[in-house]
């Protein structure tokens, strides 16, 4: 209970923290954040492009065990509109194992573009956006005595980015956070959402991943996230989509209303760092084109050594034959004489 207030506190000094009013576009917006929040500037910010031919694969990266994910808590969670994005809080006695610390969960949240764009995931892939992307927030709890202590502390924070993609049918998962958009459709709405299995939240395989040093994706920008995104998306319908795009505002209730949209980071610079990964990229040995190309050498090669192979034995039993005629003939004279 003690630890679970001063996550609560963390979370509360985190809020306190962005003094600064910032929005994604316009006067306030993410090519200014610099200005109010000087590490938004910094060396090592995300989210980030990552070059799949360009990443190290590290054998020793292992997969991460989500502790106590499948097990629904008895109580349930705040889901609250903070007017950048809608956040779950999670209790601490979910965690991950597998990182060099042991990091207890704090929130989730989203990011998402606006209607009709094809955008809206922070972290890229070869360039390639997807329409959402779900951080869930973990600390170092065994370093740290907060959230908002080991914000600001090298590598306090473990954060998952999962990609989401539209696929065809409803996420039954997803929807027991979108279900309830409409109940908090202001700035510091608040609801209570019965807790689910969060397992549930992420793609199947869990064992493809990239791992990077990075920042928060949001002002203050800190630069103490060991990122872990995963290479396999996860799937919403265009529905959920849709009601994640257009049921939210970014503005309290009362004032004009300010449709939460595209609260997304663009990618920034990776300067000096390496990005790893679990598993060896198949793909970025060979494309498609560079096998079906070694495929048709290698068949042609085969026929050619075929055809060599029977042209020379053709050859050998050829002169046998003629050697044998010319002996039958040689020995048929000395017969004769
Ligand atoms: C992150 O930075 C720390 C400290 O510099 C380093 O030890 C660690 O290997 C880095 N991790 C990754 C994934 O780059």
Redesign the pocket.
């Known amino acids: 209970m003690f630890s679970f207030t001063l996550l609560l506190q963390g979370i509360w000094i985190l809020a306190a923290d962005a003094g600064h009013h910032w929005t994604y576009e316009g006067q306030h917006g993410q090519d200014h954040w610099e200005a109010s929040y000087p590490e938004c500037g910094s060396n090592a910010q995300s989210p980030i492009n990552i070059w799949t031919d360009s990443v190290v694969f590290d054998p020793d990266l292992a997969v991460l065990k989500l502790v106590g994910y499948e097990q629904p808590v008895a109580t349930p969670l705040e889901l609250h509109n903070n007017g950048h994005t809608v956040q779950l809080s999670l209790p601490p006695t979910l965690y991950l194992e597998g990182l060099p610390r042991k990091y207890v969960a704090a929130q989730l949240h989203l990011h998402w573009g606006q209607k009709g764009s094809t955008g809206g995931s922070e972290h890229q892939i070869n360039s390639e956006a997807t329409a959402a992307e779900l951080h869930i927030v973990h600390y170092d709890c065994d370093s740290y005595n907060s959230l908002s202590e080991a914000a600001q502390s090298?590598?306090g924070l473990a954060v998952l980015g999962i990609l989401i993609e539209v696929g065809d049918t409803e996420n039954p998962v997803y929807e027991h956070i979108l279900s309830h958009l409409h109940e908090i459709r202001h700035k510091d709405q608040k609801t209570l959402v019965p807790s689910f299995n969060m397992r549930g939240l992420l793609p199947l395989q869990l064992w493809q991943f990239f791992?990077?040093?990075g920042s928060l994706t949001t002002p203050p920008c800190y630069q103490s996230v060991?990122w872990t995104v995963f290479s396999q998306r996860a799937q919403i319908s265009r529905a959920q989509l849709e009601k994640l795009q257009e049921t939210l505002f970014s503005t309290e209730e009362g004032l004009s209303s300010e449709l939460l949209a595209q609260n997304y980071r663009v990618p920034q610079q990776l300067n000096q760092?390496?990005v790893?990964a679990s598993f060896i990229q198949e793909e970025s040995l060979y494309t498609t084109g560079e096998m079906l190309s070694l495929g048709v050498g290698i068949l042609v090669g085969c026929l050619c050594l075929l055809l060599a192979i029977y042209l020379i034995a053709r050859k050998i039993r050829k002169k046998r034959m003629g050697n044998r005629k010319s002996v039958v003939f040689t020995s048929a004279r000395t017969t004769e004489t």
């Open positions: 090298p590598q791992r990077y040093n060991l760092r390496t790893f």
